[in-house]
């Protein structure tokens, strides 16, 4: 690998090398290596890298250090709602995840109080959490259920975050992010993280950012090498939960997460689980939010050894412990594939990514081998051989359509800033949205369709429900 960059060689202040000392990081990872500096010199910044590769602490550095020299004495922060700082997460999940990660490297900072606003949870305790909070990590809808009642200003927000900003979209929040960006237009810094740069997010970054430089590590079609994957056909969903079943008795594991399509299926799955023996629970959008985190939080501390989830799983959940990834049912989108296999295998560790498939899945194990450019290897367990018919060979994924990567491992095109003409996004509100998008694997099977599968438009706003 390329030579590795302490954080003190990045220009950190010194309760924030303490922090990541504690923390145990030794060195920055590429991303953190390129995103820091530039977040520190200013600008508007869109990024993307491999999910896994330490995006929370590439934003949160560079923010807590203006924080922290913007205070140096440590004083005291008055008690008003008014955020410097303001990061925006899809989910309630990593809005949690993100603020902990936070907290964690303020630790040894004075003067620096981080708020989490987001929804299912009580209004009283966030209304008061966010006085005094100089950095405020929110869901959209919350925060501007917040805002417009006036319990939190955000015309003091010198940076602005917008974390998975492609799921962002996925979830419908493009009204609600522009909404807060009109909030906070005075602001100096906007930061966007993405797992692709696809037209959709070109778009949105156009009409948040101005003259944004772009920084691309590592792409979803890199290998994962870290994580081992495999694929085996099914006859049915019974023949499926006898193939999870010897997966989760599999003597390396320690901790799974077990995707399924939809919510009621989530649940299903942790019933018989359980009823097999198995720690299981489940983890969905539609239950209460208290649940959810107790969920989460029991995963975290080890105590629930199988979590049965949605997709409301797939980005930003960080347990290092976690060993295997089983695709029960399949993702929507074929990107969705390269989040989950991503909960698994973090910093650096080694992990499983399995997938069930039944014959009517092809066309979306198509559209997920097209999307990684690379096969899914396809093996049989003794005893749990599938049918002839249900068996399928697997096949060279991509061909014909070379160069559609973004750069390959740890290429970067830091610093491509262009001209400084004043920000055309900042007026122009552009807004063709093709179509919107179905069944995201419509184009299953259409092989010129690109690496992303039909998701070019806004979800129905009752799709996150469904299946989140
Ligand atoms: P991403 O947002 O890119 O998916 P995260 O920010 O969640 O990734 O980080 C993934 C994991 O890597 C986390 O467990 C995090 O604590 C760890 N990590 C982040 N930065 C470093 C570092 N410099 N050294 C070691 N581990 C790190
Ligand atoms: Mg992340």
Redesign the pocket.
């Known amino acids: 690998m390329t030579m590795t960059i302490s954080?003190k060689e990045l220009g950190l202040a010194q309760p924030l090398l303490q922090a990541?000392e504690a923390?145990?990081?030794?060195?920055?990872?590429p991303?953190?290596e390129k995103v820091i500096p530039a977040a520190i010199s200013g600008g508007d910044w869109m990024v993307s890298?491999?999910?896994?590769?330490?995006?929370?602490?590439?934003f949160l550095l560079p923010l807590l250090n203006q924080l922290i020299a913007a205070n140096p004495n440590g004083k005291p922060v008055p008690g008003r709602a008014e955020p410097q700082v303001l990061v925006l997460c899809p989910t309630r999940e990593l809005a949690q995840?993100v603020s902990a990660?936070a907290i964690n490297l303020v630790k040894f900072a004075r003067g620096i109080r981080i708020a989490t606003i987001m929804g299912g949870m009580p209004y009283g305790k966030q209304i008061s959490q966010i006085k005094g909070a100089n950095l405020v990590v929110a869901t959209p809808g919350r925060l501007l259920d917040l805002s417009n009642s006036r319990a939190i200003r955000l015309d003091k927000v010198k940076c602005m975050i917008v974390?998975e900003a492609d799921r962002m979209l996925d979830l419908g929040f493009q009204d609600d992010i522009e909404a807060i960006h009109e909030l906070c237009s005075d602001r100096g810094q906007t930061l966007m993280?993405s797992a692709t740069f696809a037209p959709r997010i070109m778009q949105l970054a156009t009409s948040l950012m101005n003259n944004p430089g772009r920084i691309e590590l590592a792409s979803a079609h890199d290998k994962h090498e870290n994580i081992a994957q495999t694929l085996h056909w099914a006859d049915s969903v019974a023949h499926k939960h006898k193939l999870l079943s010897h997966w989760l008795s599999d003597p390396t594991m320690e901790q799974a997460v077990v995707f399924a399509s939809t919510q009621a299926d989530s649940e299903t799955i942790a019933d018989s689980l359980r009823a097999d023996g198995h720690e299981a629970t489940a983890l969905h959008g539609a239950m209460p939010q208290a649940v959810r985190n107790r969920r989460l939080q029991s995963l975290r501390k080890g105590q629930t050894r199988i979590l049965v989830a949605t997709d409301v799983a797939a980005r930003?959940i960080?347990v290092?412990t976690i060993t295997h990834v089983i695709n029960f049912g399949l993702p929507m989108k074929a990107e969705d594939y390269v989040h989950r296999i991503?909960r698994t295998g973090?910093?650096?560790r080694s992990g499983v990514a399995i997938t069930l498939a039944e014959h009517r899945d092809r066309s979306k194990i198509r559209a997920i081998e097209q999307y990684t450019q690379q096969p899914l290897q396809a093996e049989v367990i003794p005893g749990l051989e599938p049918s002839e018919k249900s068996r399928k060979p697997s096949h060279r994924p991509g061909s014909g359509r070379p160069g559609r990567s973004f750069g390959g491992k740890g290429a970067s095109n830091a610093s491509n800033r262009h001209g400084q003409g004043q920000g055309e996004g900042k007026t122009f509100k552009q807004n063709h949205f093709a179509k919107p998008s179905g069944p995201k694997f419509a184009g299953s099977g259409k092989p010129s369709s690109g690496p992303k599968f039909g998701g070019s438009g806004k979800p129905s706003s009752g799709q996150k429900r469904t299946f989140a």
């Open positions: 954080f990541t923390i145990g990081y030794t060195q920055a990872t991303v953190q890298s491999q999910t896994g590769s330490g995006k929370t602490a590439a995840q990660d974390d993280f930003g960080d290092p991503g973090r910093a650096g």
